[in-house]
């Protein structure tokens, strides 16, 4: 098999593209427990659970967030 590099795909329709994203980020969330977190990492995750869960209110819903993004372009 051929290997192909980044810039190869380039020449591929977006759709194909997209597929091959989907396609190789499908194998990555298959070996998702391969991914080691830093304990600093670890740490930063605990802190921000630990806040969520003294107060679930006080973040924005995916919607509001996703809507503040659009409206920065």
Do not use: C, F, Q
């Not at 630990?50 to 409206?71: E, F, Q, T």
């Amino acid at each position: 098999m051929k290997k192909i590099t980044a810039t190869d795909s380039l020449t591929l329709p977006i759709s194909e593209r997209i597929k091959l994203v989907e396609d190789i980020w499908d194998t990555i969330a298959s070996e998702a427990e391969a991914v080691e977190l830093t304990e600093e990492e670890k740490r930063i995750i605990d802190e921000r659970l630990d806040a969520y869960h003294k107060n679930p209110d006080l973040g924005s819903p995916w919607a509001d967030v996703y809507k503040r993004i659009l409206n920065r372009k």
